[in-house]
Nanobody, 120 residues
Framework: QVQLVESGGGLVQPGGSLRLSCAAS????????MGWYRQAPGRQRELVAR???????NYADSVKGRFTISSDDAKKAVYLQMNSLKPEDTAVYYC??????????????WGQGTQVTVSS
């Protein structure tokens, strides 16, 4: 069974910083990619940042230069450092993982979400 546990959300003032963490329990399966998505009220879920196991990272244009995604292969964890936060960054942030179940099957999993609120 695959489980994703997120932490680090909260309330922060505009211009502030937060760091999100996501720890994955993957039962020995191989992680191919990890990322963060967000969903604001009334809007569709959107990609924030994603990092490939054997490649680089990509970011939404709206967060480039402010957010940094990183991963720790040994801990099966992914992090999102969010700086210079803006009110429009307010959303529920979800961890997302692609896992190789067998040579022919890759499954995608979601965390439960963590609320980030940017407000003065």
């Amino acid at each position: 069974q695959v489980q994703l546990v997120e932490s680090g959300g909260g309330l922060v003032q505009p211009g502030g910083s937060l760091r999100l963490s996501c720890a994955a329990s993957v039962n020995g399966f191989r992680i191919l990619a990890m990322g963060w998505y967000r969903q604001a009220p009334g809007r569709q879920r959107e990609l924030v940042a994603r990092i490939e196991n054997e490649g680089g990272a990509n970011y939404a244009d709206s967060v480039k230069g402010r957010f940094t995604i990183s991963s720790d292969d040994a801990k099966k964890a992914v992090y999102l450092q969010m700086n210079s936060l803006k009110p429009e960054d307010t959303a529920v942030y979800y961890c997302n993982v692609d896992i190789k179940i067998d040579p022919l099957v890759t499954n995608n999993y979601w965390g439960q979400g963590t609320q980030v609120t940017v407000s003065s």
